[in-house]
C-alpha cells in the first residue's frame, strides 16, 4: 500500500554534514507522521526523529538534538533528515517509516528498506 524509498546516504568524516531522503508512495502522505529511525552494528533499533502530518510537530533523540533536522514537503510526498556535526557513533543504517496517526508519538506502519550512513574518524 504505501512505498518508501530511502537515498542520500554514504561514507563521511566525522564533523561533515549529510541529507538523508525519503520518498513515498501509495498512500496519503500528508496525513502520515513520518520518522527517521537508524540501527547501528551490533545495536538495537532506535528511534531518531519524527515529525507530525503537518509539519508542526518535531521530536528528536537525546543523541541527535541540536545536529539534526527532520522536515517534511507534502507536495512531495518526501521527508529529509539533515545531519550535522556527524559523529562515528551515527553510523547505521536509517531507515524512514510512516505512521497513520499523525502524531510524533506514533507507532510506524510502514517501513523503507534503509540507506547506510557511515562516519569515519
Known amino acids: 500500500q504505501v512505498q518508501l524509498v530511502e537515498s542520500g546516504g554514504g561514507l563521511v568524516q566525522a564533523g561533515a554534514s549529510l541529507r ?12 502520515y507522521a513520518m520518522d527517521w529511525f537508524r540501527q547501528a552494528p551490533g ?3 532506535e528511534f531518531v526523529a ?4 503537518s509539519g ?6 537525546d543523541s541527535v538534538k541540536g545536529r539534526f533536522t527532520i522536515s517534511r514537503d507534502n507536495a512531495k510526498a518526501s ?3 539533515q545531519m550535522n556535526s556527524l559523529k562515528p557513533e551515527d553510523t547505521a543504517v536509517y531507515y524512514c ?3 497513520k496517526l499523525g502524531t ?7 517501513w523503507g528498506q534503509g540507506t547506510q ?3 569515519s574518524s
Open 20 to 31: 538523508l531522503s525519503c520518498a513515498a508512495s501509495g498512500g496519503t502522505f500528508r496525513s
Open 43 to 45: 545495536k538495537e533499533r
Open 50 to 53: 519524527a515529525i507530525s502530518w
Open 56 to 61: 508542526g510537530s518535531t521530536r528528536y533523540s
Open 79 to 81: 521527508v529529509y533528515l
Open 97 to 99: 517509516a510512516a505512521a
Open 104 to 110: 510524533v508519538w506514533a507507532t510506524p506502519n510502514y
Open 117 to 119: 550512513v557511515t562516519v
